[in-house]
């Protein structure tokens, strides 16, 4: 979708629509979504669509726009909305039924996987099947189950494709891709009832489903998002993720028991800036146990979210500064216009990096001064 440069400011309506992503089904219209809507100049319609695709939003913006409020928004954005809910619906379908498939398959030989990562997500917090688009389906087993399972699901059409160090890539007839993970070192050494749960799941035929608890599933959300900005930046679909935890298992999270779990000061850092992040840009108040207990630090802000983004998508994660410089001419170019990184973006790196070098050292800070 082509518009104008990235220098066109996002006066209210991205914004509007991170808050409305965040949005329970249950709570009441929120007036100032329809007002930036109706607000909105036409030259911030095509960055935002930009944006969005680019953060893996659209489906969700779509679900909490609307028909009503959709109509009011320009065609093309419309448009491309309606089909990445559309397409996100039938990938989303298929790999629910593989999923099914493959839970009745591996419960059959006596093994109950823990679901992780976008099919936990869809089917414990969000409000729509096609709201979340997902990749692969993840699977972890007991590294004792591990060849069982591969047989199970081998059973099922399910074709080995790698094998990395602590999990197993399966491809099936039909393009779906599967994780079959047999250790997961976060919570390595614990024992499984302490990080996990058992929850009816939303959108399978499967009367239950094996996940992470509340406080496991947010630290595994922030160092799962750590440890990959830098290849893809940060993404607002994952922070929209933790966010979600916080509104929906806020008063199940306790200070104790992420304690443990979050093992460094940059683990720490991450979960205090990703708190205020969804307070500040997505109106998600903190749960009362985070809210008395964590530090203040430098935020996250949105604009640093979406040049790190702009920026990490176009250059390799090996690069530095000089090779981002002399990558950005040959970055993907199937990405829109307007999310290209300028050269201030990556000028402004230093000052982002900065800024959670600043952040990291009031968590150490405040980790020091604890009892």
Known sequence: ????????????????LLRACCRGDGDPPDPDLATAVAAAPPEEWPRAAAILASHRLLPLVGHALGEELLAQAPPRFADAVRAAFRATFVRNFVAMRGLDDALAALRAEGIEPVVLKGAALVNTLYPALAARPMGDVDLLVGAGEQERAATALARLGWRRAAQEEDATNFVGDDGQKLDLAHRFRIFEGRPRASWTETVKPRFLSSAHLATLEPNALLVHLVVHMNGHRREVGHLLAWLVDAALVLRDRGDRLERARLEPLLRDDDAWTWLVRTVAFARDVLDVPPPAALARGLPDCTPLTLDEVLRSRRVHAAAPTAVRLLGRLLALPFGRADRPDEERPALGDVLAL??????????????????????
């Open 350 to 371: 230093a000052g982002d990096d900065a800024r959670e070098r600043r952040a990291r050292r009031a968590v150490a800070r405040w980790r020091r001064a604890q009892p």
């Open 1 to 16: 979708m082509s518009g104008p440069p990235p220098t066109v400011p996002l006066v209210t309506l991205v914004p509007a």
